[in-house]
């Protein structure tokens, strides 16, 4: 069977930077890369690595040095301004300047690629301004000043704006920035939602790793030097892309857990059997921030520990032992 053509955008060669009186700097080069639709396509990288380059360079917000972007088959720099406006929508970080008004006002301001001169919306438009509200499920900040917005409600608005602008690629940069975790999720799994059932191409940059590998379909991992690594989460992890990417960073990532941990410098080794599962996982976890690896192996000069169902039992040198019910309490003995 067929595999259905998802591929949206293509950077072909494509290079990225600044040219200032010094010189060309280039952020990255050679890029070559494709980016599909009904997919989340999340770009991973350092601070400095070019994240914000590359959106506004595919955004069109700044020239590339070289090489070039296609949009569905066509050149980008072929695009007309209104036609790229209704073509791809963009949501930065920064605060808009336009806090003045109202929430719906702002949503509204997604439809000027398609309203006359002044800028006024038809019914059609408003329709569609609600419709897009209802998806991100902002209908109740309404009529609210959008300067009064909290940083999360803010973002949900400015995605709804994108939302009514109805294009079938929309670029966001740090969409999670600044938020708390559920806020973070929540606009994550908006986004991924958006993405599926819309069947739109939405990229974007973000610092928010784990839930990037959980909830992004695809993900770009950006080097500095212009190194660009892509795939599924999952075959990252199993190819070692993911492992390698952030090695030497204080953290490491685990293929068997799909999670990063802390890297500790491990200083000693201790004893422990009993009940594998979750109060394991956290004696071992507590036990690795002090730099302590777990063995299965009896060591006799140092202590052991137990884990039962209801306590944790702590073997010590000469024998004797004393039971716990809590890790921080077990932590005091170690
Ligand atoms: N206007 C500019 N002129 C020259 N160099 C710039 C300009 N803007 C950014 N840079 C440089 O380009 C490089 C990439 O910056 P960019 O902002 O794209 O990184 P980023 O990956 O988005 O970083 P962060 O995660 O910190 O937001 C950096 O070295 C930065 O100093």
């Known amino acids: 069977m067929m595999k259905p053509e998802k591929e ?3 950077l072909d060669r494509l290079s990225i930077g600044y040219r200032g009186k010094d010189g060309v700097t280039t952020v990255a080069g050679g ?3 494709s980016i599909r639709c009904g997919e989340l396509t999340c770009l991973l990288g350092a601070n400095g690595v070019g994240k914000s380059t590359l959106l506004r360079t595919l955004s069109y917000f700044q020239p590339s040095l070289s090489g070039s972007v296609y949009i569905n088959g066509r050149e980008m720099s ?3 301004d209104r036609e790229l406006a209704r073509t791809i929508g963009v949501v930065l970080t920064d605060k808009p300047d336009t806090v003045n008004m109202t929430v719906r006002e702002l949503v509204c301001l997604g439809r000027s690629p398609y309203t006359g001169f002044w800028g006024t919306c038809s019914q059609e438009d408003m329709n569609v301004v609600a419709e897009a509200m209802a998806m991100v499920g902002i209908d109740s900040l309404d009529s609210r000043m959008v300067s009064t917005l909290s940083d999360g409600e803010r973002q949900k608005v400015m995605i709804a704006k994108a939302l009514a602008q109805q294009t079938p690629v929309i670029y966001l940069d740090e969409p999670t920035a600044f938020l708390d ?3 973070k999720v929540e606009i994550m799994q908006l986004l991924h939602r958006i993405s599926h059932t819309m069947q739109k191409t939405v990229f974007l940059s973000t610092h928010d790793l784990e839930l990037a590998l959980q909830i992004a379909d695809t993900v770009w991992l950006l ?3 212009g190194a660009l690594t892509i795939g599924s989460p999952e075959d990252m992890a199993l190819d070692g892309s993911l492992s390698s990417f952030f090695s030497g960073r204080g953290i490491s990532f685990d293929q068997q857990t799909g999670l990063f941990t802390v890297t500790a410098d491990i200083v000693r080794r201790i004893h422990i059997s009993g009940c594998n599962g979750p109060r394991m996982a956290m004696v071992r976890k507590a036990l690795h921030r002090r730099g302590i690896e777990t063995t299965d192996e009896v060591l006799s000069d140092e202590i052991s520990i137990e884990v039962t169902m209801s306590a944790f039992r702590i ?13 921080a309490e077990l932590m005091e003995f170690v």
């Open 8 to 10: 949206t955008i293509r």
């Open 31 to 33: 890029i070559c890369a």
């Open 78 to 80: 072929t695009f007309g």
């Open 181 to 183: 975790f559920p806020s």
């Open 223 to 225: 080097s500095s030097g």
């Open 315 to 327: 073997v010590f040198k000469d024998g004797s032992s004393s039971y716990v019910s809590t890790v």
